[in-house]
C-alpha cells in the first residue's frame, strides 16, 4: 500500500504531500487542475520515463517520494542487489535535474532506474488512457487466465515448466553429440588442447595470491629482516627488553606477595606475559633464521607469475576460475566423446521427456479451454455493469506453427515453452455486429481501462489481499449516470482487500471513495500553483455537488450529494 506521497516541482505542482490510506481513494478536481501530475509523478515512480521540460520554470530539478508499506518480494530482490532493508515501509526516491541526471534512491540507497523497473510492478500498477496498456501484452494475458485456475493451476503450470526444463537439458545435449562430425572433432580437439594445456599448468587455487606475496616478500626482504631483527631485540635478546623488565617486575612483586593482595593477584598476569612474550620471541628467532637467502627464488617467482598472468587473460579472471573452466570443458568433451550406444539411450531419454512435457502441455491446454470459458462468463457480466452490457469477451488459445520444432500438436509441428505451447489471445467485440479482434488492437484507452478493472475483479475477485496499489485513471470515460454508480461500486468492491487511486470526473464514482482528494490550482504572486487536499465531510459533499452541477453549487445539489454520499456508505 502508499501511505503517502510527496513532489517538489513537477510542472505546476510546486510541493504536494499526499497522504493516502486503504480502500478506495478518489482523486477529483476541475478539468486542467493537475489531477495528471499526480499520475505521472505515480508513474515516475514505478520506472517511467522522465523530461526535464517537467520540471517548473525557475526550480533546478524536481523530485517525487513514495512511502510504501513493506512488500516481501521487494526486500527479496533489494537484498539480492546488496541493498538493505529497514523499518516497516519502503521510501521510493526519484530526482531529475535540468542536466538530465535521474537519481533513484530507495530507503536513502541509490539504485538503478533498471531496478526501479524490475520492484515498481510490486508496488504500482497504473491503468490510464495515457499509458500504454500491459494488458495487450500476451504474456501478461497468458498469467491472468492462468490465475483463474488458482492453486491447481499454478500447480499443473509449474509441472508443465519442470517437464521442460527436463526436456529442454536433454535435448540441448543430445544437440551438442548430433553436431556435424567435423565441427565435433574439430571442437574436441579444441578442448583436449585446453584441458592440456591448464592440466601442463599445475595449477592450484589460489596460486598467484601466495606467488605475490612471495614475491613482495623477497623484494622487500632486507625491511622485512631490520624490522624483525630490532623487534626480537626490542622483546627478548637487547638490554631492556619487555622479557627483561618484566621478569624484573615480577621478581619485585614477589618479594611483597606475601604482603599485597594487588601483587599476588597480578603475578599470574605477568607470568602470562612472559610466556606469551617467550612465544612471540621464538617465533621472530624461527622467522630470522628461516629467511629466504636464495637469490634465485625471485626470478622463480617472476617466471611462474608471468606464466600464470598468460594463462588467466587467455582462460579467465584467476585461477579458481581457470580450475572451474576446466570441469566445464572436461563434462563437454565427455558428451562429445559419448560413445554410439550412450547417444542411442540420450535419444530415447530425450523422446520420454518430450512425452511427459507434451502430456503435461496437454493437460494445461485443455483446462485452459475451461478456465477461458469461465474467465469470459465472469468478465461479460462485470462489464455489463460498466456500459459495456453488449461486449462481447473470449479467450483463444492459439498455436504457433513452427517448422523442425520437436512437438506435433493434432499434426501440426508447433512452438512451445516453459508455459505449454498455448498463444493466448483475448478477443473482444465492444459493440453488437462487429467480429471478435485481439483486445490490443480493437479497445480505446476507456475500454481497455474498463476491460483491466473487470478483469480484476472477474479473475481475482475478492478473495486475492494485498497486491500493488493499482491506479485507474479516468477509468471513466464515456459513461455516466446508472453506470457510473455501478463503476463506483466495482471500484469499491476491489478495494476492499487492498488499495485503488481513482482519477474519475464523475460525481457517481467519487462518491464511493474511502478517502476524497482535490486537485486545484491557485494563483500567487503571478503565478500558478496545484495543490493536493484531503477533503472532510463538509468539503466532500461540496466538492461532489459541484461535480454534479458545474461551478455553481446550491442547496439541492448540496443535498443530492449528502444523498449519494450517503448511499455509498461515505463517512
Not at 478493472?453 to 472477474?458: P, T, V
Request: charged share 30%; hydrophobic share 40%.
Amino acid at each position: 500500500m502508499l501511505r503517502s506521497l510527496q513532489v517538489r516541482n513537477l510542472a505546476v505542482l510546486a510541493g504536494g504531500d499526499v497522504e493516502l490510506g486503504s480502500g478506495l481513494n478518489v482523486l477529483t478536481g476541475e478539468t486542467g487542475a493537475g489531477k495528471s501530475l499526480v499520475v505521472d509523478s505515480l508513474g515516475l515512480l514505478a520506472g517511467a520515463r522522465a523530461a526535464s521540460d517537467w520540471i517548473r520554470e525557475g526550480a533546478e530539478g524536481l523530485s517525487v517520494a513514495g512511502v510504501f508499506d513493506r512488500d516481501a518480494g521487494v526486500e527479496a530482490r533489494l537484498l539480492e542487489a546488496g541493498l538493505e532493508s529497514s523499518g516497516d515501509e519502503l521510501v521510493v526516491r526519484r530526482e531529475i535535474t535540468r542536466e538530465g541526471r535521474n537519481r533513484v534512491f530507495v530507503n536513502d540507497q541509490p539504485v538503478t532506474l533498471k531496478l526501479l523497473a524490475e520492484l515498481a510492478p510490486r508496488l504500482l500498477r497504473i491503468h490510464g488512457q495515457r499509458e500504454e496498456q500491459a494488458l495487450a501484452e500476451p504474456g501478461l494475458q497468458r498469467r491472468w487466465l492462468d490465475r483463474v485456475g488458482g492453486e491447481a493451476g499454478a500447480a499443473l503450470a509449474g509441472e508443465v515448466e519442470a517437464a521442460h526444463a527436463d526436456y529442454r537439458a536433454k535435448a540441448d545435449r543430445l544437440e551438442r553429440l548430433r553436431g556435424d562430425d567435423r565441427l565435433r572433432s574439430e571442437r574436441i580437439d579444441f578442448l583436449r588442447f585446453q584441458i592440456d594445456e591448464i592440466d601442463g599448468a599445475r595449477l592450484r587455487d589460489g596460486e598467484e595470491e601466495e606467488l605475490r606475496l612471495s614475491r613482495d616478500q623477497l623484494r622487500h626482504r632486507e625491511a622485512i629482516a631490520r624490522a624483525l631483527s630490532a623487534a626480537f631485540e626490542a622483546l627478548y635478546e637487547g638490554d631492556g627488553s619487555a622479557a627483561e623488565r618484566l621478569g624484573m617486575a615480577r621478581r619485585e612483586l614477589a618479594t611483597i606477595a606475601a604482603w599485597e593482595p594487588t601483587a599476588t593477584a597480578a603475578l599470574p598476569e605477568l607470568d602470562e606475559l612472559l610466556r606469551r612474550v617467550d612465544e612471540l620471541g621464538r617465533e621472530l628467532s624461527h622467522r630470522l633464521e628461516g629467511g629466504d637467502s636464495d637469490p634465485g627464488r625471485l626470478e622463480e617467482i617472476e617466471e611462474r607469475l608471468a606464466f600464470l598472468e598468460r594463462l588467466i587473460r587467455k582462460h579467465g579472471g584467476s585461477s579458481t576460475e581457470i580450475l572451474a573452466r576446466r570441469g566445464n570443458l572436461a563434462a563437454e568433451l565427455a558428451d562429445l566423446d559419448a560413445s554410439e550406444e550412450d547417444r542411442a539411450a540420450l535419444e530415447q531419454d530425450t523422446e520420454r521427456a518430450l512425452a511427459v512435457y507434451a502430456s503435461a502441455a496437454r493437460r494445461l491446454s485443455e483446462a485452459r479451454r475451461s478456465w477461458g470459458g469461465e474467465l469470459s462468463r465472469r468478465l461479460e457480466r462485470e462489464l455489463a455493469d460498466l456500459a459495456l452490457a453488449k461486449a462481447k469477451f473470449e479467450v483463444a488459445l492459439e498455436r504457433q506453427s513452427r517448422a523442425g520444432s520437436a512437438l506435433e500438436v493434432e499434426g501440426q509441428a508447433v512452438e512451445f515453452g516453459a508455459h505449454g505451447y498455448d498463444q493466448v489471445v483475448f478477443r473482444f467485440a465492444p459493440n453488437p455486429g462487429e467480429p471478435m479482434q485481439p483486445l490490443a488492437r480493437i479497445a480505446s484507452g476507456g475500454e481497455l481501462s474498463r476491460v483491466s478493472l473487470a478483469l480484476q475483479l472477474a479473475a481475482r475477485g475478492e478473495e486475492v489481499a494485498g497486491g500493488p496499489t493499482l491506479v485507474f485513471d479516468e477509468v471513466d470515460a464515456g459513461i455516466g449516470g446508472a453506470e457510473g454508480a455501478a463503476l463506483g461500486k466495482k471500484l469499491q468492491r476491489l478495494a476492499r482487500r487492498g488499495q485503488i487511486v481513482a482519477i474519475t470526473h464523475l460525481a457517481q464514482v467519487a462518491s464511493f471513495g474511502n478517502r476524497h482528494l482535490k486537485v486545484a490550482k491557485r494563483v500567487r504572486a503571478g503565478r500558478t500553483f496545484a495543490q493536493v487536499e484531503a477533503l472532510d465531510r463538509t468539503a466532500r459533499a461540496a466538492e461532489v455537488a459541484r461535480m454534479l452541477s458545474g461551478d455553481k453549487v446550491t442547496p439541492l445539489s448540496i443535498s443530492h450529494a449528502e444523498e449519494m454520499l450517503a448511499a455509498a456508505g461515505a463517512k
